[in-house]
């Protein structure tokens, strides 16, 4: 009787552990990261007689935890990459929003300037005219300024987002130790019984580990699992965690790096940071956030290098050559702040390095770092910081100041010391956005007119005809320096006089002195001549260009001077006004509003990428859940079946014990 009570109390026994069981894969059904459980049975040991082996009833072997690893690892990789690309298409349509809004883009506010700007050449005289103008100029200012400063501000919510994600990052990074120690010291390790709740928390922490970051799992003894960076950086080891942690970029102080720290042991792990959130903020950096400062302020220089140039070769109302229209471009302080020397830097750190802007059409949009690779200090390399490729390289000369030429820029070197791995980081147009400024104050200041002017002695026999010229500048472009045609305030120096001493022949002359020619040139009938050169390099360059056409007859002449009392000229402000659709950027490839146009185009197209990509990424997310839900997912459905089968079972056992003790009464009975 006593072997037949065993074997019901055995029964009893193991289906209460299995539906115990059953109920907690029922109440776990929503927990995250739970693994579903069964109980495994297996015969007790047999007990052998006379007569044959008789069973002893029921044991339970295991309760085993319903995993697949493959699937594991799959749902962790998927994650990464999933929320990389989520991350990256969050922040692409924050930029995409600001850029393309209306109200918050730069195109309306350049249209609503040019505009202004051809209103006010249809009445050059009109200060109502004049004033519009300024106010849209200030607009423009206001908008590159406000578009920067929202840069500023998501970049500066980019580095909160990776400060606090490797907060939670450390955080799930200890909880993985901590429950690595928890699970070797569980009885029945050794065994391989491991304690199913507590893998499940340590798988779940390493899935949640995957959203911020891309990490490799290995499993090592004693069922601990060691975690680790894609290229094999430890970030678990057993019981213990090394720390992530940011700080401030040495070569770029605008940007964070990240860093492990193990031990007393701490080193920059920038480029080991893939996957995950960190991975798509990253990304955003240097894929999105970047080029937009960069395109931005190219867009800024070369506005305000063309306005400033036609304005500059203009004339005001008060007869004066006009100035600046915006701020300088090639300021002293705008130049050194161009190259940003990395605070790794050795001592004695004294050196001057700047950017000067030479060709704003040239100009790319992007960064370079000029580094040092020789212990005199000498020897240097230009990097691309997009592709990486070394763009230029070279020695310095033993004196200084020296100048590095690249195509819109020259890096000039004026003083210091170097050593071998210093290194500057140069950024042609990162900030001129923020530095755009109206330097135009008075709406008598406007240039709208040309200073120069032509016209035909009244005593002409022939019919030709001189037009009011072409000015080029007042400063010579290769020396900068002024013009001495133009060295007088209010005046030509000289005033000119073409004489024609026959049909085809003519003199260049100063009235004043007409004795001594400064030109003598041929006319050739049935063209256009141009009078005076237009290359700089020429002695005779004088800043402008004329053109006469028709039939000279000889004595005739024709004056060119000064524009005085010229107020209401608007060539000047219809070139500038023109400059809304004239081809100033990219070799001469596109406009202003051209140019922010493609900022705009490839923000969005990168957007529109993203949200694929995230797509994408979301549907392979949910087929890696599904799969691993498969297997390791609740199906009340079937829970409550199993629950149906133990309780039968459960019963029935119980009856074999009831059975017992009634043939042990019985057998009692007998003996009364």
């Known amino acids: 009787m006593a072997g037949l009570i065993g074997i019901g109390l055995s029964g009893v026994l193991g289906h209460q552990s299995a539906l115990n069981t059953t109920g907690n894969n029922i109440t776990n059904a929503n927990t995250p990261g739970y693994s579903r459980q069964e109980v495994q049975f297996e015969s007790s040991p047999t007990r052998y007689t006379g007569n044959g082996s008789v069973g002893t009833g029921v044991d339970i072997s295991n309760i085993r935890r319903l995993a697949d690893q493959y699937l594991v690892d799959q749902v962790r990789s998927d994650t990464a990459l999933y929320n990389e690309q989520e991350t990256l298409r969050k922040e692409l349509s924050r930029l995409d929003d600001l850029l393309g809004g209306q109200d918050t883009g730069l195109s309306q506010t350049l249209n609503n300037f040019f505009a202004a700007m051809q209103n006010a050449a249809e009445d050059p005289g009109s200060l109502p005219q004049r004033q519009l103008v300024l106010s849209e100029a200030q607009s423009v200012v206001n908008r590159f300024q406000a578009l920067h400063e929202e840069f500023i501000q998501q970049r500066e919510l980019v580095k909160a987002q990776q400060t606090q994600n490797v907060a939670d990052a450390n955080t799930l990074l200890n909880t993985v130790a901590q429950l690595n120690l928890a699970i070797s010291e569980s009885p029945g390790v050794a065994q391989g019984r491991l304690p199913n709740d507590l893998v499940d928390q340590r798988d779940e922490a390493i899935r949640k580990l995957s959203e911020i970051l891309q990490v490799r799992v290995n499993q090592v003894g004693g069922g601990q699992l060691n975690v680790s960076l894609a290229n094999g950086q430890a970030l678990v080891v057993g019981a213990d965690a090394s720390q992530l942690g940011t700080r401030r970029n040495a070569d770029d102080p605008t940007r964070l790096e990240f860093t492990l720290t193990n031990g007393n042991r701490t080193q920059v792990i920038d480029d080991q940071i893939t996957g995950g959130k960190l991975g798509g903020l990253r990304r955003f950096e240097s894929e999105g956030l970047a080029p937009a400062f960069d395109e931005l302020g190219r867009v800024a220089i070369a506005l305000q290098e063309s306005v400033n140039h036609q304005h500059q070769i203009g004339m005001d109302l008060e007869g004066d050559l006009g100035g600046l229209f915006f701020s300088e471009v090639n300021s002293r302080e705008k130049q050194l702040a161009r190259a940003i020397a990395s605070g790794d830097n050795q001592p004695p750190q004294n050196s001057v390095v700047g950017v000067d802007i030479t060709n704003p059409s040239e100009l790319p949009a992007g960064s370079w770092t000029l580094l040092f690779t020789e212990e005199n200090g000498r020897s240097y390399e230009l990097i691309d910081q997009k592709s990486g490729k070394v763009v230029n390289q070279g020695r ?206 490839q923000v969005g197209v990168k957007t529109r990428q993203a949200q694929l990509d995230s797509d994408s990424g979301r549907t392979l997310l949910d087929q890696s859940v599904n799969q691993r839900e498969a297997v390791s997912g609740v199906n009340l459905d079937e829970e409550a079946g199993k629950l149906i089968q133990y309780q039968a079972a459960y019963n029935a056992s119980a009856r074999v014990m009831g059975v017992a003790q009634e043939l042990f009464d019985t057998l009692l009975g007998t003996f009364r």
């Open 396 to 601: 310095l000369p033993d004196e200084l100041p020296a100048e590095i030429t690249m195509p819109g820029f020259n890096i000039f070197v004026e003083s210091g010391d170097f050593s071998k791995g210093d290194s500057f980081q140069i950024q042609p147009t990162r900030f001129e956005a923020a530095n755009i400024d109206l330097k135009v104050e008075r709406e008598e200041d406007l240039a709208f007119a040309s200073p120069v002017r032509a016209q035909a002695d009244s005593g002409n026999s022939g019919d030709a005809r001189i037009n009011q010229g072409l000015m080029f500048d007042v400063r010579n472009p290769l020396t900068n320096a002024p013009l001495s045609e133009f060295s007088q305030r209010g005046q030509l120096s000289p005033e000119l006089e073409i004489y024609f001493t026959s049909d085809t022949e003519y003199v260049i002359r100063d009235p004043a002195n007409p004795g001594t020619p400064l030109e003598t040139g041929t006319y050739q009938p049935g063209i256009s001549n141009k009078l005076f050169t237009e290359d700089p390099s020429d002695p005779d360059y004088r800043g402008f260009q004329f053109e006469i056409s028709g039939n000279p007859k000889t004595g005739d002449s024709f004056t060119i001077g000064y524009n005085t009392n010229g107020t209401a000229d608007n060539r000047n402000a219809e070139l500038m006004a023109a400059l809304a659709t004239k081809n100033t950027m990219n070799n001469g490839s596109q406009s202003f509003t051209e140019g922010y146009a493609g900022l705009v185009e």
